[in-house]
């Protein structure tokens, strides 16, 4: 009998460093293994699968809101394709910073999945930072994701103080079932060896609320990436659910975005999150902001051929205007007139 596989969910808020981390655990993965990523997102046009496939993993993407609201079936689908495709000695599962895991934890542990995977430690980012904001604390989402952890993971603690660490430290003992361990990292550097601490049954607050926010009846069927029609230079896709905006564009390759002018409107630009893989006057790169803080790194030659469109997706907790957005980001394709 074959056997079963391991397979652990990556969670934590919105930019907390869940794609930083998985890239680092493909980094530092054994030679020989097959490791596959299942990337769940918010916005519709999916960014973390393209700078996932700059390490070049094995990674299938859900793209447009919470897969757990679907009553499991796009990751079901999107899971079943990818075991069949990849057939993978490792599973790890980045559930969107919106979203809420336990349903996806149910799913794996139903009838199917039980003769398929083994689901261990649940591995929560948490950024200490966040604990003394009430925007965060009193988010059900960011409680839920706390709620399901086995492991907790201190993640960006080159940016906290003493007065962070002790929130995070209260945090961690203020459970009543102890998680089975804690940590502190930067830039995602978990060890591959937390992986395998088992899973506990955990109590979570907020069961299913969010199933009521969701969206229309054509996210019932499985939308895997959202790709350009033909003969269109770019698309727009918009999502919201629970107090939450997205809006994505999707370009043709062959447009040319002006690197220092993207630069600029990215690194001002208000939004909680953005996230970009794009096609520039300097080369193919990546831009990726949280509150304000901008990163931009070039994605290595060796891992371009995957990546072929230009796509960028902004989140905010205030209604987008896409419009005004989208004329400034035409304005940095060069040739715009
Ligand atoms: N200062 C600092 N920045 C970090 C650290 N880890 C990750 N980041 C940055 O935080 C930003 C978000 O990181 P991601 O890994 O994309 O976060 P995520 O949780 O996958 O984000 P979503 O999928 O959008 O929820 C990026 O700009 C990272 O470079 C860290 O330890 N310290
Ligand atoms: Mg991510």
Not at 36 to 42: D, G, Q, R
Request: aromatic residues 8%; charged residues 25%.
């Amino acid at each position: 009998m074959k056997s079963l596989i391991p397979t652990n969910i990556i969670t934590g808020f919105l930019g907390v460093g869940k794609t930083t981390a998985i890239t680092h655990l493909l980094k530092h993965k054994p030679q020989d293994e097959i490791w596959s990523v299942l990337v769940n997102e918010f916005g519709e046009i999916g960014i973390d699968g393209a700078m996932l496939k700059s390490v070049n993993a094995h990674v299938r993407e859900v793209p447009g809101g919470c897969i757990c609201c679907v009553a499991g079936l796009p990751m079901k689908i999107a899971l079943n394709m990818m075991i069949a495709k990849t057939k993978p000695d490792r599973i790890l599962i980045e559930p969107t910073g919106l979203g809420h895991p336990e349903e996806i934890i149910n799913t794996l542990l139903g009838e199917y999945y039980n003769t398929v995977l083994d689901l261990r430690a649940t591995l929560t980012l948490v950024d200490p930072r966040k604990l003394s904001d009430s925007r965060y604390t009193e988010n059900a989402n960011f409680q839920d994701q706390i709620a399901v952890a086995d492991v907790l993971v201190a993640n960006k603690t080159d940016e906290c103080g003493p007065e962070e660490r002790r929130a995070f430290d209260e945090l961690v003992s203020s459970f009543e079932i102890p998680k089975q361990a804690s940590f502190w990292i930067e830039q995602g550097q978990l060890e591959a060896s937390w992986l395998d601490f088992p899973r506990t049954e955990h109590e979570v607050k907020n069961p299913k609320h969010h199933q009521k926010n969701r969206l229309g009846p054509q996210r019932e069927l499985y939308n895997a990436n959202v790709s350009l029609p033909e003969n269109e230079r770019f698309i727009r896709r918009e999502n919201s659910a629970n107090g939450f905006y997205s809006c994505g564009w999707l370009f043709q390759p062959q447009l040319q975005f002006d690197f220092n002018q993207l630069f600029g409107w990215l690194s001002g630009a208000p939004f909680l999150r953005v996230k970009a893989v794009m096609h520039t006057n300097e080369g193919l790169y990546m831009f990726n902001a949280e509150n304000g803080v901008l990163s931009v790194n070039e994605i290595p030659v060796q891992s371009r051929e995957d990546i072929l469109d230009s796509r960028i997706e902004v989140i905010d907790d205030k209604t987008i205007d896409a419009d005004a957005n989208e004329s400034i980001l035409l304005n940095t394709i060069l040739g715009a007139t």
